[in-house]
């Protein structure tokens, strides 16, 4: 059964730093692409970054409101991605979930986590 | 890239048929063949129920159903039931290895 649970979540300055990890158990992590996707409260959801899987050498993209602050990596001995997530602002207070790709052409998002909470206030 | 359009909320009675519309671009829902949508309970998770416009992932009912025409994708939920209230949220590939979703539509079952 493919399980993914996000940690890491809390409540942070603007301006500061914080990492989320997501362990993952259930299939082979190195094969598969991975997602970060957030929701703010009430809000819709919204796409974060990827990392792609070891055949695509690992390589991440990211939306463009976090771009140059949020970084994507992945330890596979670990089985765990990590998003560390700097110069937060306001405005990036959300759960943020931990997808996996529904399959290795991943286009789709197919497994979630049930998420952390990221809180950015004074 | 801006967010696809979807109705903030569609409601029906049970038996009955509707259907969720998601409007993009050419950039987007008109580029690719890459439209998912997903269902989410509040407070949970979300559920993929089809992927690549119209397929469904095994476990998901045959009641849901996807298509596309032009810049539009729509998700069709047939006999409608209870436990279908839930919010609905489209996604589609962009290219440039990102994606976008729509705003969410809130299914209600009279």
């Known amino acids: 059964e493919v399980q993914l649970v996000e940690s890491g979540g809390g409540l942070v300055q603007p301006g500061g730093s914080l990492r989320l990890s997501c362990a993952v158990s259930?299939?082979?992590?190195?094969?598969?692409?991975m997602d970060w996707v957030r929701q703010a409260p009430g809000k819709g959801l919204e796409w974060v970054g990827r990392?792609?899987?070891?055949?695509?050498?690992?390589?991440?993209e990211y939306a463009a409101s976090v771009k140059g602050r949020f970084t994507i990596s992945r330890d596979d001995s670990k089985n765990s991605l990590y998003l560390q997530m700097n110069s937060l602002k306001t405005e990036d207070t959300a759960v943020y979930f931990c997808?996996?790709?529904?399959?290795?052409?991943?286009?789709?998002?197919?497994?979630w986590g049930q998420g952390t909470l990221v809180t950015v206030s004074s | 890239q801006s967010a696809l359009t979807q109705p903030a909320s569609v409601s029906g009675s049970p038996g009955q048929s509707i259907t969720i519309s998601c409007t993009g671009t050419s950039s987007d829902v008109g580029g690719y063949k890459y439209v998912s949508w997903y269902q989410q309970y509040p407070g949970k998770a979300p559920k993929l129920m089809i992927y690549d416009v119209s397929k469904r992932p095994s476990g998901v009912s045959n009641r849901f159903s996807g298509s596309k025409s032009g810049n539009t994708a729509s998700l069709t939920i047939s006999g409608l039931q209870a436990e279908d209230e839930a919010d609905y949220y489209c996604s589609s590939y962009t290219g440039s290895s990102t994606w976008v979703f729509g705003g969410g539509t809130k299914l209600t079952v009279l």
């Open positions: 997808v996996r790709a529904y399959d290795n052409s991943g286009y789709s998002l197919g497994y």
């Open positions: 990392s792609r899987n070891k055949g695509n050498s690992f390589t991440t």
């Open positions: 259930g299939f082979t992590f190195s094969d598969h692409y």
